[in-house]
């Protein structure tokens, strides 16, 4: 596949080798460098494959480790595989506590090369829905079909734009309104526009009985990336011969903080920042004024819709 990277704007698509697909790309070489080895921070073994098959020499790059950066203290490769660990087991511990709780519903939201429908270990009745562009679904489908790996759980993957009518696309795959689901967003409402966001939560919250839950990333109000982490990146890409230009995918503007919107919609929200995270974990912040700075006013986000009295 060809790297090309596009401006984003009203009904644009993608694959996975560009525009915001191509970030989903990203995550997933980050997730097979950081399964690599002794001692490997997680467990993704698929991660690697689905990335060599997408064919983006860059993110091949990442995936070695060719692509980390080590006088530089958050693009080393200890801190790159930290920063994705520290993800990747937030996200996943939702599921594996939604699933000791009782939950047998999972809906992983603009699913890209997520493998967590085979990689993790799901409990009998568990069924795991995957929503994204038809194109990326079809395509991490046929690949891992033609590695021979099949899913822990009822995978049941939906192809659809989040910006079309996907909750009766869901619904029509199955999904139960009426019994409690984990939901998870990851890294994905930063590419939305704030409109698309309340749109996406709304319809979030419709869906979710009692005891539902919903983990995503959140900063903190009036926060926004500033503008030398966007330089950061624009670096790095340059480095390891990407022209993908993250901060020309997100959209910016005033948005709705996640907690406020949920919270006055009948949800109890918890949040740890990327400093805790990090703790919780046994890791370290970098000493990196711009990390250190932002890692108190960003981090993760975990909503479970209250029952009524």
């Known amino acids: ?3 090309t990277q596009s401006i984003r704007y009203d009904g644009d698509t993608w694959d996975l080798a560009s525009s915001v697909g191509a970030t989903a790309t990203s995550v997933a070489a980050s997730r097979a460098l950081a399964s690599q080895g002794p001692g490997a921070l997680i467990d993704d073994p698929y991660a690697d494959a689905l990335v060599k098959a997408v064919g983006l020499e860059s993110m091949i790059k990442v995936a070695n480790g060719e692509g980390t950066v080590e006088d530089d203290p958050m693009l080393n ?5 930290e920063q994705i660990a520290v993800r990747t087991r937030f996200f996943d511990d939702v599921f594996t506590n939604a699933a000791r709780d009782g939950v047998r519903q999972a809906v992983i939201l603009a699913s890209g090369l997520d493998t967590r429908a085979y990689r993790m270990s799901w409990p009998a009745g568990a069924v795991v829905f995957e929503l994204d562009q038809p194109q990326v679904v079809e395509f991490k489908s046929r690949v891992l079909a033609d590695q021979g790996v099949s899913p822990t759980a009822d995978r049941r993957a939906i192809g659809i734009d989040l910006r079309e009518d996907w909750p009766t696309a869901l619904q029509a795959k199955g999904f139960d309104a009426t019994q409690p689901t984990a939901w998870i967003a990851e890294g994905l409402l930063i590419y939305l526009p704030p409109e698309a966001q309340d749109r996406l939560l709304d319809n979030i919250t ?11 990333e959140f900063m903190a109000a009036g926060v926004t990336l500033p503008d030398a982490w966007r330089d950061r990146f ?32 009948g949800w109890r929200i918890s949040t740890q920042t990327t400093r805790e995270a990090y ?16 890692s108190d006013n960003a981090g993760y986000l975990t909503a479970t819709r209250v029952r009524e009295r």
């Open 1 to 3: 596949m060809s790297e």
């Open 77 to 81: 490769r200890r801190r790159m595989t």
């Open 206 to 216: 419709a869906l979710s009985a009692p005891d539902s839950r919903f983990a995503t």
């Open 234 to 265: 624009k670096d790095w890409s340059a480095r390891i011969g990407s022209d993908i230009d993250l901060p020309a995918l997100l959209y910016d503007g005033e948005r709705n903080a996640v907690s406020d919107y949920l919270g006055a919609r």
């Open 279 to 294: 703790a919780a974990n046994g890791f370290e912040l970098p000493e990196d004024e711009l990390t250190l700075k932002f």
